[in-house]
């Protein structure tokens, strides 16, 4: 049974440019949610999406937008990139109704010069 | 609004001794509290949590946990600690009333187990 994958493992982009990374659940999960762990925090909540809408949304500006397709499967984009925008990104998934057991993929590094 | 708090930035014990990981959360209903712990360069691995039920609650790799309402505190415990031990750990809360499974984490904790 695969867990949760995310792809692409590390991405290096430039200030201004757009990019998108993307996340498959664990089989038989619905909902998708991704975080952003900048280097010594916490994992900080981006957004949920189930049933192929945004359900949720934390305090991140519309630079970040997401999708998430029939098969459940996710993506998260970003626009206009800053310096800042420089973090692991950590999708994790869940079924809902049972939403507060979350599993999480190894993440995408990313890096904005 | 929920929130976490992981008072120490790092925790240091030597290999056989007793581990303690603290934890204090704030929610306005009834927490879901989690632990997690994260290894270089890699996401984050799911240790145990409580929902209702025995305030001790156990977990993977001998971890157990603590769930104290009266201090709104969490804590992770081992009783005796091995160097693979070593790695972030990560509080987490979810407010029941919330609706929805999204987790506030705190900042993390690094625990070093020394041989």
């Known amino acids: 049974d695969a867990g949760v994958t995310q792809s692409p493992t590390h991405l290096i982009k430039t200030r201004g440019q757009q990019v998108t990374l993307r996340c498959s659940p664990k089989s038989g999960h619905d909902t998708v949610s991704w975080y952003q762990q900048a280097l010594g925090q916490g994992p900080q909540f981006i957004f949920q999406y189930y049933e192929e809408e945004e359900r949720q949304r934390g305090n991140f500006p519309d630079r970040f937008s997401g999708h998430q397709f029939p098969n459940y499967s996710s993506e998260l984009n970003v626009n206009a990139l800053l310096l800042g925008d420089s973090a692991l990104y950590l999708c994790a998934s869940s079924l809902s109704g049972f939403s507060y057991e979350q599993y999480f993929g190894p993440g995408t590094r990313l890096t904005v010069t | 609004a929920q929130s976490v708090a992981q008072p120490e930035d790092q925790v240091n014990v030597a290999e056989g001794n007793p581990l303690t990981v603290k934890c204090t959360y704030s929610?306005?209903?009834?927490?879901?509290l989690f632990w997690y712990v994260q290894y270089p360069n890699r996401g984050l691995q799911f240790l145990l949590k409580?929902?209702?039920?025995?305030?001790l609650v156990k977990g993977s790799y001998g971890f157990e946990a603590e769930f104290n309402k009266s201090q709104t505190s969490f804590h992770l415990k081992k009783p005796s600690a091995l160097v693979s031990d070593s790695a972030l750990y990560f509080c987490?809360?979810?407010?029941?009333?919330?609706?929805?499974?999204?987790?506030?984490f705190g900042k993390g904790t690094m625990l070093l187990v020394s041989p």
């Open positions: 987490a809360v979810r407010d029941i009333n919330s609706g929805y499974s999204t987790l506030t």
């Open positions: 929610v306005s209903g009834n927490p879901y």
């Open positions: 409580y929902i209702t039920g025995d305030n």
